[in-house]
C-alpha cells in the first residue's frame, strides 16, 4: 500500500508540474523569451553586426588600394577611408532601417515556432550547451542573411551612388581615387 500511494503521489507532482508548465509555456511567453534571446544576442549575429561586416568587405578592395599607393599622404588616405565609411554606413543605416522590422520578426517567428518559452530562456542563460546546437541547426543568421541580401540587392543602386558621392566628395577635396586607379591599371610607358 504504501508503494502505491508514493506511485501516486509522484505521478500526482508530474501531472502538476506538466499542467504548471503548459500554462506558463503560452505564444506569448515564447515570444517574450525569444525578445530577450535576441535582444541578447544582437552585438554577435544580429543585422547590425552583419551590416558593418558587409561594409567591411566592401571597404577592402579600396583598402588595399589605398594601402599600396604613393599618390596620396597618409592624410588623404584616411580622409578617403572616413568618406567611404560614413557614405556606406548611410546606406547600411536606410537600409536596416527599411528592413531590420522583417528581419527581427523573422527571428522571432522562428524561435516562437520551433522552442518552448523555457528552451528560450534556458538559450539566452547557457548559449553553449547542446541546446546552442539545436538552435544553431535552424540559423537565425541564415534567414537574416537570406533578408539582406534580398536588400542588397534593391539596395545596390544606392550603394553605387553612395560610393560616386564619396568618391565625388573626396575629387573636390584633392583626393581623385578614380585617376589613380586608372593610373594604376594603364600600361607603363617604355
Request: net charge positive; aromatic share 4%; hydrophobic share 45%.
Amino acid at each position: 500500500m504504501h508503494n502505491s500511494l508514493r506511485t501516486c503521489l509522484v505521478a500526482l507532482s508530474l501531472l502538476v508540474t506538466h499542467v504548471a508548465q503548459a500554462q506558463t509555456d503560452t505564444h506569448e511567453a515564447r515570444r517574450e523569451a525569444a525578445l530577450a534571446l535576441i535582444e541578447s544576442v544582437e552585438a554577435v549575429m544580429g543585422p547590425k553586426r552583419v551590416a558593418q561586416e558587409w561594409i567591411t568587405t566592401m571597404q577592402a578592395p579600396v583598402v588595399r588600394a589605398l594601402s599600396n599607393s604613393q599618390a596620396f599622404s597618409e592624410a588623404q588616405k584616411r580622409r578617403a577611408l572616413q568618406v567611404l565609411e560614413e557614405e556606406l554606413s548611410g546606406v547600411m543605416a536606410r537600409m536596416l532601417s527599411e528592413f531590420g522590422p522583417l528581419i527581427h520578426h523573422s527571428v522571432v517567428t522562428l524561435y516562437v515556432q520551433r522552442f518552448t518559452a523555457e528552451e528560450i530562456k534556458e538559450l539566452q542563460r547557457l548559449y553553449s550547451n547542446p541546446l546552442l546546437r539545436r538552435a544553431a541547426l535552424l540559423n537565425p543568421q541564415g534567414t537574416v542573411t537570406q533578408i539582406m541580401t534580398a536588400g542588397m540587392q534593391k539596395w545596390t543602386p544606392s550603394f553605387t551612388q553612395g560610393i560616386d558621392a564619396a568618391l565625388n566628395k573626396l575629387k573636390n577635396e584633392g583626393i581623385d581615387l578614380r585617376a589613380q586607379k586608372a593610373s594604376t591599371h594603364s600600361p607603363s610607358a617604355p
